[in-house]
């Protein structure tokens, strides 16, 4: 299981895959329909993963995160969105069964 949360100082000392989430706003007349593409951080890394694509739909990327999570036995995920335009509540919980703890209050 999955801790997932905005706020770092309440996952104390684990350690945690960052989940960058970023707005892409194409230059095109309909240019207010943007859209979320995220990306992941593993630990003690500067930048993403390599192999990793940053223009994936953030649902997909947030799997892709929480996979490599999983398989690295790590226990938490903090989400890295500063404009907070994203309702991380209504998609991970839906998107995945197996987030034992959402903290989207921060």
């Known amino acids: 299981m999955i801790?997932?949360?905005r706020d770092r100082a309440?996952?104390?000392d684990v350690d945690f895959v960052t989940f960058n989430v970023w707005e892409y706003c194409p230059?095109?007349?309909n240019k207010d329909k943007a859209s979320f593409c995220g990306y992941y951080v593993l630990p003690d890394a500067v930048v993403m993963e390599a192999g990793q694509n940053?223009?994936?739909p953030v649902e997909q990327a947030f799997e892709a995160a929480r996979l490599v999570a999983l398989k690295k036995d790590i226990s938490a995920?903090?989400?890295d969105d500063p404009k907070q335009k994203l309702d991380v509540g209504s998609w991970v919980q839906v998107q995945n069964?197996?987030?034992d703890?959402?903290?989207d209050h921060s």
Do not use: S
Request: proline content about 10%; overall charge positive.
């Open 3 to 5: 801790r997932v949360t």
């Open 10 to 12: 309440k996952l104390g």
């Open 27 to 29: 230059n095109f007349p």
């Open 54 to 56: 940053p223009w994936l």
């Open 77 to 79: 995920i903090l989400i």
């Open 97 to 99: 069964r197996l987030i």
């Open 101 to 103: 703890y959402l903290d």
